[in-house]
Every structure is written in C-alpha cells, then in structure tokens.
C-alpha cells in the first residue's frame, strides 16, 4: 500500500503530538542578496531548521521567485510564504501561512487582503494553512506595527490575549502565531506562550525577538510548537554556530 504523504499542516499537528519542536527560519527577500544565496542556504542546512518561511512587512524588490527557486533546489525543507499582502504570493512555494491579523482591527489586514487573495491561490498548487496572527507589544514600533496601522495587544494583558488566541480558533484557524515583530526588543513573554498553548489545541508559533538559541529553547520549553527566527538569522547567518 502507497504510504500518505502527509500535508504540511498534518505534519506540525504530527509534531505537536509528539512533542517534536519546530523551527523555521524567516528569510525576508528585502534583506538577502542573491549572489549570497548558497551560502546561506548552506548554513539553514547545516542548522536544526524544520521550515523556511519567506515575506516580509514589505517587499520592495522583485527577487522572490528566485529566492524561492533557490531554496527549492538546494534545501529539501518545506518553503512557506508568509506574505505582508497578496503581492508576495508565488507559487513556486510549498505552502502560504493564511493570515488574519486578529489583534487589530484594520479591515485590510482582517478580510481585504485575504478577499484579494484568494483567486490568485485558486490558480496555484500551494497548501493555503489558515493563521490567526496576533501582535505582541515589545518595547518598540516594529515593521508590522507601522504597515498594518495597528497597535500591538499589551504583553501585560493576558486575558486579552487569551481571548483573542481562542477567538482565533473558534473562527476555524489552524494554527495561531504569536509575534513579537520584526527586530523586537522583547520577545513575547515566556508565561504568555505557556497561557495560551495550555487553552487552545491548535499549534502555536511564536517569533519575533528571539536573539539566541537559548531563546529558541525557552520559548520551546513555554510551549511554543514552532519557533521562528529572522532578524538573529539575517545578522548572522553562523547563528546555529554558537
């Protein structure tokens, strides 16, 4: 009997239940140079990496088909796009993170952008994994904050937060992110990550301010399922060295 291939998403619903810890690394195609690309991809596949997500708040140059391309070939791990608006859509990808922005209240960022979106995916092969995206307060305006025009839930308002996550599920999502930001000063904090992993079943990821490996595995032990890691990363491609 053939074996099933698993979809991206039954395989982190796999790993959450077998406690199996997750890592993606964020590669954002306004901060990589091409020439660069081996190299790096070089060092994600030498690094416990499981994923590699790529987008960003706003992607300026036109190098993501190639990135991706590039990733395909050299890295047999699943290429994910995590995409600021329907523009990052390429379907050379493995998969796209669905997001809805569930801690703001920004129409575009709800429903508008997923509403312009969604014939563009009809025509593609990519695993479409719907994401309630929750921003984070972290001591300073990161990129999201200030593309999305919304502010981040406060990281002192638990109950909130909670709320929001659980609201998230009940609509249907799949899995919930907990974003710090972009070059976060302070991660998200280690008793929120562990509040809402023990009262929703979906799988969190959580990112965002995460500057070393310990932070990676402080975040795994809150009950983080699958961490990311993008700005550490991008000023230090020997991250996974230390």
């Given at each position: 009997?053939?074996e ?12 959450k ?9 964020l590669l954002?195609?306004d901060k ?5 690309l081996?190299h ?14 790529v987008?960003g708040s ?16 050299k ?7 995590f995409?600021g ?20 209240r920004?129409?575009d960022?709800?429903?508008e952008y997923q ?5 563009i ?23 999201v904050?200030?593309?999305?025009k ?17 609201a ?16 976060a000063?302070q991660?998200?904090?280690l ?5 809402i992993?023990?009262?929703?079943e ?8 995460i500057?070393d ?6 975040a ?21 060295d230390?």
């Open positions: 009997m053939q099933q291939i698993l979809t991206i998403r039954q395989q982190i619903l796999e790993a239940s077998n406690g199996q810890k997750l890592l993606a690394i954002d195609p990589i140079l091409l020439e660069n081996g790096l991809i070089e060092e994600i596949n030498q690094s416990p990496a499981t994923h590699v997500f987008g706003i992607v300026q140059n036109t190098i993501l088909e190639e990135l991706i391309s590039g990733l395909k070939q890295t047999n791990l699943p290429v994910i796009l995409p608006d329907p523009s990052q859509i390429s379907p050379k990808a493995d998969a796209i993170l669905f997001l809805s922005l569930l801690s703001g920004n129409p960022y709800l429903i509403v312009q979106a969604a014939p995916l009809k025509k593609t092969n990519l695993e479409v994994i719907s994401t309630g995206y929750i921003l984070i307060e972290s001591g300073n305006e990161t990129a904050a200030r593309v999305s919304t502010k981040p839930l406060s990281r002192e308002n638990f109950d909130l937060v909670l709320a929001t996550a659980q998230g599920e009940m609509l249907g999502n799949q899995l919930i992110y907990l974003e710090a930001g972009s070059g000063k991660p998200v904090p008793k929120m990550i562990e509040l992993s023990q009262n929703i979906i799988p969190v990821i959580v990112g965002g301010g500057a490996l310990h932070g990676i595995q402080k795994h032990n809150a009950g983080a399922d699958l961490v990311v890691i993008g700005t550490a990363f991008e000023n230090n491609s020997h991250f996974f230390s």
